[in-house]
C-alpha cells in the first residue's frame, strides 16, 4: 500500500491524478481538502490520525475508508510520518541557560511517560498511544536505512553511557566512528551519552579535518559526564563551532533512544533520532539493522545483554544475515567483563566463529568491516 505522510506528498499523489484507494494517511491535516476527499474513490483507504471536518468524517466512513482518530493531551504525535531530529527534540533549549532543557520536547515527553506510569501505564489509551507511536519510528526507520533505493551500509557501535568525555576511550570510538563515516558507514548507536556520543560525534566530523575534532573533544572534556549541568551546553557549543558540512554526503548517523533511560539526553550529534517508548523493541531493532557489524567498545550490563542478543540472531540466523561482532579492548573483553572467551566457546561449528574479532587496534576493526562489506558486495552480484 502507498503510505502518504506529509501534505506535499498527498498534494502531488492528487495532482498525478493518482487513486487514493488502498492508500494510508498519516498524521496530516486534511481539513481544507473535504472537496478532493469526497470525490476521490476511498475504498480501503485508512487515515490515521488525521484532521478532518466532522462531516467530512461522516462521508469517509461511509464510503469505505478506516478512521484512526487523533490522541489528544499528548505532547507526542503517535502518528508521526518521520524520526525526530534533534533540533525537533531541543527546541526551546537555550545553551547558556541549562535549565531550559525542561522546556524542549523531548523533556516534556519525558515527563509524561512518568506521569503516565513510566514503563507500565495503567491507561490502555496511553499504552496504545505509545505502541502506535513506537510502530511508526519503525516505519520511518525503514526508510531512512535506504539511500537513493539502495540500502545503507550499517555498522552499530556500542559501549556504555557512563564512558567519560575526555577518556582515551571515548576519543578511541570518536575517531574509529569517523574513519568509518569517511569510507561510507552509515553509523548507528543506543543514541545516548557516553560511547554512543563518541559514535555520532565522530561521525559528525567525519567531512572536517582531524585537528577539528581534537579541538572539539576538548571542549566537550570540560563537561565530562552527562550528569553534570553543562554535559548538553557543550554539545551544543560545539555543534555551533563545527556546524555539519554535508550530512548527506557524509556524517549522516542514527542514534536509537528510549525514553526509559529518559534521564540521559538524546545524543545532539546525531542527524536522525528514532526514539522510542518500548525498550526491548529499541534493542532488538538496533541489533538487526546492524547488517554490517557490530562494535563493541568498553561497556557494562547494557552492552553485555546486546552482545549475547547480538550472538543469539548470529546463532541461529534470525535475521537472514549473520555479521561480524567486533571487540575493541582485549582485556577488557578477556579480564574486566569476560565475555569473549565464552563467545569462542558457544560459536564452535557455526558460521559466525569466523566473524569474531578481538583487537586493541581501531585499524583491525575498519579492515574487517571493509572485507566483510566486499564480501556481501562480491555475493550480491553473484546472486
Not at 469526497?38 to 480501503?44: E, F, I, N
Not at 469505505?64 to 503517535?78: H, I, K, N, R, S
Amino acid at each position: 500500500m502507498t503510505e502518504l505522510e506529509t501534505l506535499a506528498a498527498f498534494e502531488q499523489h492528487l495532482r498525478e491524478g493518482r487513486s487514493l484507494a488502498n492508500v494510508i494517511l498519516q498524521g496530516l491535516d486534511l481539513r481544507a481538502w473535504s472537496d478532493a476527499l469526497l470525490k476521490a474513490d476511498l475504498t480501503g483507504t485508512v487515515f490515521l490520525g488525521c484532521l478532518l471536518e466532522p462531516a467530512t468524517l461522516q462521508q469517509v466512513l461511509a464510503r469505505g475508508a478506516m478512521v484512526f482518530p487523533p490522541f489528544t493531551g499528548l505532547p507526542y504525535c503517535p502518528y508521526r510520518g518521520s524520526l525526530y531530529t534533534p533540533e525537533e527534540l531541543y527546541a526551546g533549549f537555550d545553551p547558556t541557560r541549562p535549565d531550559t532543557y525542561a522546556d524542549t520536547l523531548d523533556a516534556r515527553i519525558y515527563a509524561h511517560w512518568n506521569s503516565r506510569g513510566g514503563a507500565h501505564p495503567p491507561s490502555i489509551l496511553e499504552t496504545l498511544a505509545q505502541r502506535l507511536h513506537d510502530h511508526a519510528i519503525s516505519d520511518a526507520l525503514e526508510d531512512a536505512l535506504m539511500d537513493q533505493g539502495k540500502p545503507r551500509r550499517v555498522v552499530a557501535i556500542m559501549g556504555g553511557h557512563s564512558m567519560l568525555r575526555g577518556q582515551e576511550a571515548y576519543r578511541s570510538v570518536a575517531e574509529l566512528a569517523r574513519s568509518l563515516a569517511r569510507l561510507g558507514f552509515f553509523l548507528v548507536s543506543g543514541g545516548g551519552p557516553g560511547a554512543m556520543e563518541a559514535t555520532h560525534l565522530g561521525a559528525w566530523f567525519a567531512a572536517r579535518p582531524d585537528e577539528d575534532l581534537d579541538a572539539a573533544l576538548a571542549v566537550l572534556a570540560r563537561a565530562p559526564s552527562y550528569k553534570d549541568r553543562d554535559w548538553l551546553a557543550r554539545a551544543f557549543e560545539v555543534r555551533a563551532m563545527w556546524p555539519m558540512l554535508d550530512a548527506a554526503a557524509m556524517g549522516d548517523s542514527l542514534g536509537i533512544p528510549t525514553w526509559l533511560y529518559g534521564h540521559e539526553p538524546p545524543n545532539p550529534f546525531a542527524t536522525r533520532i528514532a526514539k522510542y517508548f518500548a525498550n526491548s523493541v529499541r534493542e532488538e531493532g538496533l541489533l538487526t539493522i546492524a547488517r554490517g557489524g557490530v562494535v563493541y567498545s568498553p561497556g557494562s550490563a547494557g552492552t553485555v545483554q546486546e552482545i549475547f542478543q547480538d550472538a543469539c540472531q548470529n546463532h541461529y540466523n534470525t535475521v537472514g544475515v549473520i555479521s561480524p561482532m567486533l571487540f575493541l579492548g582485549r582485556e577488557f573483553w578477556t579480564q574486566t567483563r569476560p565475555v569473549y572467551p565464552l563467545l569462542e566457546h558457544l560459536d564452535q561449528g557455526h558460521e559466525y566463529a569466523r566473524h569474531l574479532l578481538l583487537t586493541d587496534s581501531k585499524e583491525d576493526i575498519v579492515q574487517a568491516l571493509v572485507r566483510f562489506d566486499e564480501e556481501r558486495e562480491a555475493l550480491a552480484r553473484a546472486g
